[in-house]
């Protein structure tokens, strides 16, 4: 396999977890939004948490992939 090939490969592996987090993110977000007045404060101070802690997640996978793509240009 080509080093071209395997970095596609490893773009589009990223793309798929940076997928899956924001899925989690949005469905955790509107779950703590329609939830937010019957859930205990612990329940929504760990949602709040996590949703922070995916949302840098994301950022970070998008920040690798976007380093990835910028560097086929020198293959």
Same mark, same amino acid.
Request: glycine share 8%; aromatic share 6%.
């Given at each position: 396999? *080509?080093?071209?090939?395997? @970095?596609?490969?490893? /773009?589009?592996? !990223?793309?798929?977890?940076?997928?899956?987090?924001?899925?989690?993110?949005?469905?955790?977000?509107?779950?703590?939004?329609?939830? *937010?007045?019957?859930?205990? @404060?612990?329940?929504? /101070?760990?949602? !709040?948490?996590?949703?922070?802690?995916?949302?840098?997640?994301?950022?970070?996978?998008?920040?690798?992939?976007?380093?990835?793509?910028?560097?086929?240009?020198?293959?």
């Amino acid at each position: 396999m *080509s080093k071209l090939d395997l @970095a596609k490969e490893k /773009i589009a592996f !990223l793309k798929l977890w940076l997928g899956i987090v924001v899925l989690t993110d949005i469905s955790l977000v509107g779950w703590l939004i329609s939830n *937010s007045g019957s859930v205990p @404060a612990h329940k929504m /101070i760990g949602g !709040l948490m996590s949703v922070c802690a995916l949302t840098l997640a994301g950022y970070k996978l998008h920040r690798r992939i976007q380093s990835s793509i910028e560097a086929l240009e020198e293959l």
